[in-house]
């Protein structure tokens, strides 16, 4: 039984002047623990379809389900990481991370212990009561990392969370994350530009196409690289030849346009 | 090497104070002059000293009204009005911004008329005022507020407006409603807005006020001024406007000790 389905789902903006169809007709299933990949030209949607499973958005038609449950609204057991960290740089690392539980009204002793127990494991445990302004960019993101984790989501939206930072941070933390969630047993779906980011820490990857935006092909990464982290995925003999499959498969896909 | 640096910056520091003690000196010596070329210019009769008084005679005034004690009241009356009219205008202006940011019907509805109020001479309401709330405090409190109530709903309903919707998300996502966005985000991004226009806001109440006593009042330092131009006593005039600049400057200060503060938090 698939976690979360998304059924026949067509998205367009509407302005005074214009219809923007952003998505059309996509159907996927994604199983509980699985971890999924977006990858597609700019402007393809990717954005735009994490919204609606977030339920920031409402789809022009077509259904998400979670658990059987449609989504309307945000839902408590989806958390979204964003390309930055937007932590509220007017609180504490400490208040930030506690956002979600004091919103929710499960700000208690085992919930903070829960949290300051995720902030020691990304080695944040001395920024507690700093400001953001005073951490680095990698260190922020592994914050908005806790702060979403927090509440204890089973579905995990992260949209390009690592492409702002370099590369070096960029590859520990995909390590870090990738190792919290499978810990956690968290279902992910990671929008990404970085073909080898999407192969080293998938289950599956979706290419999309565009204008409208449409899933194009789907690619299942063999089950022993699934297994591995991502940094050793990026080292394994078979990584070349996928990576390369889907960046053929990319690049027919921009000339088009 | 690391002396080298100390030494550096021992210099740099000493060059800081210097120019430092210098700007004050500068500005300590131009306040000498003016009051000196003040008083020797009345005494000389370069200007008309019933017209422009001098520094020694409205020290003598002040003198003589704080030890008969006719000068507090004035004071008193004048100063609780402005920081009633002040704080009511921002109070009142952050709830129209926080109204009109909550419900965007409101403020598409209303943003005509804001722009046409904020554009008229709020002083001309003056007179409609004093009749409306009989002449008396309320109508100079009134006239202090609404001197500065339009900007202040539109500064800060701007601020508000212009928060960065990714924060907004982030509070959504973990199923934050309105009033959740407004204290966690709305209002916390837009403090240094609404410090701003306190800013503005001190100098605008004091206008506000002091117009209100010059067409009512029966006390307070704009009914002094009013009353020294009747009976040409200059120097009272004078004297009250220097009281006022004083009074405002501390206002001033305090709004920036408030920033200061929060900035800190
Ligand atoms: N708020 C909006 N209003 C109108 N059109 C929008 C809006 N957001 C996105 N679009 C349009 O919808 C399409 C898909 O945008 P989306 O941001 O989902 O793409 P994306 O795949 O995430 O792109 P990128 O890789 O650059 O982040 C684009 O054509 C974009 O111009
Ligand atoms: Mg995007």
Redo the contacts between chains.
């Keep these: 039984m698939p976690f979360l389905t998304v059924d026949h789902l067509t998205h367009a903006y509407f302005s005074t002047k214009s219809v923007t169809t952003a998505l059309e007709d996509i159907s996927l299933e994604i199983e509980e623990g699985e971890f999924v990949s977006f990858l597609g030209p700019s402007g393809c949607g990717k954005t735009t379809l994490l919204s609606l499973i977030?339920g920031?958005l409402q789809p022009t038609s077509g259904e998400i389900t979670i658990d059987h449950q449609t989504i309307h609204?945000?839902h408590?057991r989806?958390?979204?990481m964003?390309q930055?960290d937007?932590l509220?740089p007017?609180k504490t690392i400490e208040e930030n991370i506690y956002?979600?539980l004091?919103?929710?009204r499960t700000l208690n002793d085992f919930n903070r212990t829960l949290a300051l127990g995720l902030l020691d494991q990304m080695n944040l445990k001395e920024t507690q009561s700093k400001f953001p302004h005073e951490l680095s960019g990698g260190m922020r993101q592994r914050v908005a990392l806790v702060r979403t984790l927090a509440?204890n989501p089973s579905l995990l939206l992260l949209d390009e969370p690592f492409s702002a930072l370099d590369y070096q941070t960029k590859l520990k933390l995909e390590n870090l994350v990738f190792k919290t969630l499978k810990e956690h047993k968290k279902t992910a779906l990671l929008v990404t530009h970085d073909i080898g980011e999407a192969v080293a820490m998938s289950d599956r990857v979706l290419v999309f196409s565009a204008n409208p935006g449409r899933i194009k092909s789907i690619y299942t990464i063999p089950e022993h690289l699934q297994r591995m982290k991502p940094f050793d995925v990026r080292h394994h003999k078979d990584y070349n030849e996928i990576f390369q499959s889907i960046w053929e498969e990319l690049n027919q896909l921009e000339d088009k346009d | 090497m690391k002396t080298k640096i100390d030494q550096a910056h021992k210099h740099f520091l000493q060059k800081e104070r210097t120019i430092k003690s210098h700007v004050f000196f500068t500005q300590l010596l131009i306040l000498i002059a003016f009051i000196g070329l003040w008083e020797v210019a009345s005494r000389l009769q370069w200007i008309n000293p019933l017209l422009f008084s001098s520094p020694s005679s409205i020290g003598r005034l002040f003198y003589e009204k704080v030890v008969d004690g006719t000068l507090s009241i004035h004071v008193v009356v004048t100063l609780t009005e402005t920081l009633a009219g002040f704080v009511i205008a921002t109070v009142l202006g952050t709830t129209f911004a926080a109204i009109l940011w909550w419900i965007p019907f409101v403020s598409r509805v209303a943003d005509p008329y804001l722009v046409i109020m904020n554009a008229m001479p709020k002083v001309a309401l003056g007179p409609i005022l004093i009749v409306a709330l009989g002449p008396g405090y309320s109508a100079i409190i009134a006239m202090g507020v609404l001197i500065s109530l339009i900007i202040t709903t539109l500064v800060v309903y701007n601020s508000f407006r212009e928060t960065?919707p990714?924060?907004i998300?982030?509070?959504?996502?973990?199923?934050?409603k309105k009033i959740?966005i407004f204290k966690?985000?709305t209002l916390?991004?837009s403090?240094p807005a609404i410090i701003s226009t306190l800013k503005v806001n001190v100098g605008l109440s004091w206008v506000g006020v002091i117009v209100g006593e010059f067409l009512v009042s029966k006390q307070g330092l704009g009914y002094l001024m009013i009353y020294g131009f009747q009976v040409f006593n200059f120097t009272l005039v004078l004297l009250s406007l220097l009281i006022i600049a004083i009074m405002a400057t501390i206002m001033y200060s305090g709004v920036g000790i408030l920033e200061r503060k929060l900035r800190n938090?």
């Design positions: 977030a920031l609204r945000p408590k989806i958390g979204y964003f930055q937007y509220l007017w956002l979600g004091k919103i929710r509440t | 960065d990714n924060y998300k982030v509070v959504q996502m973990f199923g934050g959740h966690e985000v916390p991004a403090l938090r």
